[in-house]
């Protein structure tokens, strides 16, 4: 059910060490990753640092985008569950003072939005 609810666009949780691995190049020596969602190619990595969005492009993926947000830099963020008619749960994460959000995460029937939630709450709100 893993790959069906990764092509469906829902977002699995990951294995700490084999994110770790693949962000080598991205973590600094000392940060270690608490929490990992995959959402078919793309990343969302909770450290002890900060936020990495990574972002996987074109056909055969060689092209990444890795987004760092660091925690302290969150003013807010907004979560919408999906509903009977829109399938859709979001994430909406605010930098500074900005008013439009910097991110918007879109999620298919995502039970793991709720999780993602509460790891984001836990490190803002820390």
Same mark, same amino acid.
């Given at each position: 059910m893993g790959l069906f609810d990764g092509l469906m666009g829902n977002a699995t949780q990951? !294995?700490?060490g084999? @994110?770790?691995k693949e962000l080598q190049d991205v973590l600094? !020596?000392?940060e270690r990753v608490d929490l990992a969602f995959k959402l078919v190619r793309d990343l969302v990595v909770?450290?002890?640092?900060r936020l990495i969005l990574v972002d996987k492009q074109g056909v055969t993926g060689k092209k990444v985008e890795?987004? !760092?947000i660091p925690y302290r830099s969150i003013s807010r963020f907004s979560v919408e569950t999906s509903g009977h008619f829109d399938l859709d749960a979001e994430?909406?994460?605010w930098i500074s003072s900005a008013e439009l959000p910097a991110e918007s995460l879109q999620f298919r029937k995502?039970?793991?939005i709720?999780? @993602?939630q509460q790891a984001l709450a836990a490190a803002v709100l820390q």
């Open positions: 990951h !294995s700490n084999a @994110i770790e600094i !020596s000392n909770f450290t002890d640092k890795y987004k !760092s994430l909406k994460i995502d039970k793991n709720v999780a @993602i």
